[in-house]
């Protein structure tokens, strides 16, 4: 991606308006997002896939949001994505699930990692709607420690064969194209990164049922049997696929935080309304005290979670850029993943940890927000027809997924006391 490819709001100057052209963007995103609500709304409470998110998104490009324009994507930078996304949650959380899955943990590792010839073969499909991306690397018995994941490939003539199980695939009902990882057949130690063609991929796979929220995006069991993967389609070096992974996971949950963001506008915003109507004992909502600290409260989540969001963003464009230049000097460079590079090395470990921290952040205030929301609204709150129920669904999901919360405060914890320290 060139630099030319970005639009950039820059925060470092504390420059925090937007752009002509991010307003513009967002202002198309939020046309999309209204035009669908009545449909998500309903899909909701059906438990059922809203079918017109693709082709609507389709129309505007957010389907490559990020990704270079060479591919067929919009060419735009981290932050302005994000705020994309901030947007899209507050339709909720299942619909914004669908983007991170696609984009963030799909078609962004794919960029970053995958080849000319990888890229040149799969990104223009993913930006244009024929084909959606997810992530497989969750398993049964791996999930906060992906090291422990049992699928298992092995070389055989000009192939890769896989088996395995993996579980909770974003999109994975209708995905066309995941990465997924496996680990050296006979080796505890060596896991790869693939990406997987499911057109021709002779896999089995099921939808993931019986959920308490995300009840429009669908997740799913994908499960390999010696099945066939072209040696092309490893991604990346053997043995480097946990390192791609977690870059995944940086942008998977930078989108999460950003989500997050947009429930808490919904909640406050449905909060501020039905305060104003509802009145019990005499007078409305909105002037109890009691009401007015749980409002007050989800402001200042809101604003709190906006900076830690936006900071971590302007930092992982700083990889990002850095990243795209080392490719351009080296395009072998990015395959061998070359930790002896201080600068790489440090802005990657800055970004893991602020993204770790607005997610942490992010995802407990969210489910605080929607759960005082569901209290403001009382009964009415209690049911999935009202948009604050829905949040509160959602949003329990947001503290288990892209890394548990409970991982992730050790996580950052570890950081300032060091490895020696590592309690996971």
């Known amino acids: 991606m060139k630099e030319d490819d970005h639009h950039f709001s820059n925060l470092s100057q504390m420059k925090f308006d937007l752009s002509e052209d991010q307003k513009i963007l967002l202002k198309k995103i939020d046309g999309i997002c209204k035009l669908l609500r009545e449909e998500e709304e309903r899909c909701y409470l059906k438990g059922s896939l809203n079918e017109k998110v693709i082709p609507f998104f389709n129309k505007i490009g957010m389907l490559g949001c990020p990704i270079s324009k060479k591919y067929g994507g919009l060419g735009y930078d981290i932050l302005s ?27 962004m590792i794919l960029q970053n990692w995958g080849n ?4 040149n073969k799969f990104l223009p499909n993913t930006t244009n709607g024929i084909d959606i991306m997810g992530f497989a690397l969750t398993e049964p018995n791996a999930g906060s420690d992906p090291s422990l994941i049992e699928t298992t490939f092995e070389e055989r003539g000009d192939q890769f064969i896989l088996s395995g199980k993996k579980h909770w695939v974003g999109n994975g009902t209708f995905a066309k194209t995941i990465t997924t990882y ?20 002779a896999v ?63 909640c406050l915003s449905e909060t501020i309304r039905y305060s104003k109507i509802r009145s019990q004992h005499g007078t409305v909502l909105a002037k109890k005290q009691l009401v007015q600290q749980h409002i007050s409260k989800i402001i200042v989540a809101l604003e709190s979670t906006k900076w830690l ?23 072998e460079w990015v395959f061998k993943i070359n930790r002896k590079n201080k600068k790489y090395s440090d802005l990657r470990n800055e970004c893991d940890r602020l993204s770790a921290i607005a997610k942490y952040y992010a995802t407990n205030a969210s489910v605080d927000v929607a759960n005082r929301s569901v209290q403001i609204f009382g009964s009415e709150g209690y049911k ?38 590592r309690a996971y």
């Not at 057949?185 to 990164?193: E, P, Q």
């Open 81 to 107: 994505y994000l705020l994309t996304l901030e947007r899209i949650g507050e339709e909720g959380s299942s619909m914004r699930t669908f983007f991170s899955c696609h984009t963030s943990i799909g078609q």
């Open 182 to 201: 496996a680990k050296e057949k006979g080796s505890d130690k060596k896991i790869s990164a693939f990406i997987i063609d499911l057109n021709s991929a």
């Open 309 to 331: 969001v936006y900071k971590a963003a302007t930092v992982r464009q700083q990889l990002q850029i850095y990243l795209e230049t080392l490719k351009r000097e080296d395009n």
């Open 116 to 119: 000319d010839e990888q890229k």
């Open 384 to 421: 999935k027809t009202s948009r604050v129920a829905r949040h509160f669904l959602d949003s329990r999901a947001t503290t288990i997924y892209e890394g548990t919360n409970e991982v992730l405060e050790l996580k950052i914890a570890c950081e300032i006391l060091g490895s020696d320290y």
């Open 204 to 266: 089995k796979i099921k939808e993931i049922k019986n959920k308490i929220g995300l009840l429009t995006v669908k997740n799913a069991i994908i499960e390999f049997n010696n099945c066939k993967i072209p040696k092309e389609n490893l991604l990346g070096l053997t043995g480097n696929g946990l390192s791609i992974a977690f870059s995944g996971l940086i942008d998977g949950r930078l989108s999460v935080a950003a989500g997050a963001i947009g429930v808490m506008k919904d």
